[in-house]
């Protein structure tokens, strides 16, 4: 215990004494005001870097919209909840579709179709919309316009 009596001593009392002792002789320099010049510097500053952030806040909101060439052809097709946190997802990622089973955990692909094995094709279900019921709707549209 004595021993970090003195050491303690030695950090706390006696080491500030010394430096406070050398610093007596040393010329003190005369204290600096601050003028309207120099505030006038610090707000210009702290403007062009404020400025600058801001810019590059609205550049990165802008450069948000823009997708990669991939991104543009991956779309989700349909899905169907097995559960409060399961799901089963149709993805289409260009002429591929993609069966994925999403789970909070994980995401797995169930099943691939490519080619003629694929479901809900574009060129299909725009067939479908010029017979049946778009088909009718048109007739009718038609026929209240030319009375």
Request: charged share 20%; proline share 3%; aromatic share 6%.
């Amino acid at each position: 215990m004595p021993g970090k009596t003195i050491v303690a001593w030695l950090l706390f009392w006696w080491i500030p004494v010394c430096f406070a002792a050398s610093g007596v002789d040393a010329p003190k320099q005369a204290v600096r005001t601050i003028s309207s010049g120099d505030m006038l510097h610090w707000i210009i500053g702290l403007l062009i870097v404020l400025s600058v952030f801001f810019l590059c806040v609205w550049g990165m909101r802008k450069l948000g919209g823009i997708t990669a060439n991939g991104a543009e052809k991956m779309r989700i097709v349909g899905g169907l909840p097995l559960g409060m946190r399961e799901k089963v997802i149709l993805l289409q990622v260009g002429k591929k579709q993609l069966i994925l089973g999403v789970t909070p955990g994980r995401i797995d692909t169930l099943h691939v179709l490519e080619g003629d094995d694929c479901l809900n094709r574009e060129e299909s279900s725009s067939m479908d919309m010029d017979t049946g019921f778009a088909q009718k709707l048109m007739q009718v549209m038609k026929g209240r316009s030319d009375a």
